[in-house]
């Protein structure tokens, strides 16, 4: 299995900052990484496949970037609506994996 | 606008057989990959396994021995089947053609 580490577990900022998270492969699964953004209670939202292909209506200031064994997801600035856990998964080979998510806090 | 509901008991018993539906619309079977995933109260999500309309499947070896899929095109459905649950298996399941869409989840909890 390929293992995802993410990190941090959990953050906490102020509206405007800066915010990046890291996810890390096990070994080298190219491009084919995918960020999620889960609000409580709810599905999993996709923000972006495979690594820098953003889905429609995902705001701008939400970035990405890695290839081989490390990426990033980097907000530029943290807006109260972007609370919640984030999640990376691969999907270069079975069993797919997920990170084990970053919980983000506004403070 | 493809839509994904799941459906089935929300409690179920230790030992006995946990079976989900997940109906489509707005979309065909075809030509994807239906996947499942879940996530245990307060963790993070675990992938389960995938199945494709013609039949060909892929499971999470660490739940192989226990889970089962299957496609109903004539209904636009895709189930999940796992067996000899326990308190462990309680969780959200999600069904989702990869990855933007997602069913809402269903919370499924194994308990006597």
């Known amino acids: 299995d390929i293992q995802m580490t993410q990190s941090p577990s959990s953050l906490s900022a102020s509206v405007g900052d800066r915010v990046t998270i890291t996810c890390r492969a096990g070994q080298n699964i190219n491009t084919f990484l995918h960020w999620f953004q889960q609000k409580p209670g709810k599905a999993p939202k996709l923000l972006t496949s495979?690594?820098?292909d953003f889905q429609s209506g995902v705001p701008s200031r939400f970035t990405v970037g890695g290839s081989g064994t490390h990426f990033t997801l980097t907000i530029s600035s943290l807006q109260p609506e972007d609370f919640g856990s984030y999640y990376c998964?691969?999907?270069?080979?079975?069993?797919?994996?997920f990170g084990q998510g970053t919980k983000v806090d506004i403070e | 606008q493809v839509q994904l509901q799941e459906s089935g008991p929300g409690l179920v018993k230790p030992s006995e057989t946990l079976s989900l539906t997940c109906t489509v619309s707005g979309g065909s079977l075809t030509n994807y990959y239906w996947n499942w995933i879940r996530q245990s109260p307060g963790k993070g999500l675990e992938w389960i396994g995938y199945i494709h309309p013609s039949g060909s499947t892929n499971y999470s070896p660490s739940l192989k021995s226990r889970v089962s899929m299957s496609v109903d095109t004539s209904k636009n459905q895709v189930s999940l089947n796992l067996t000899s649950v326990t308190v462990a298996d309680t969780a959200v399941y999600y069904c989702s053609r990869p990855w933007q869409y997602w069913g809402q989840g269903i919370l499924v909890t194994v308990s006597s």
């Open positions: 998964l691969q999907n270069y080979s079975v069993p797919y994996t």
């Open positions: 495979p690594a820098s």
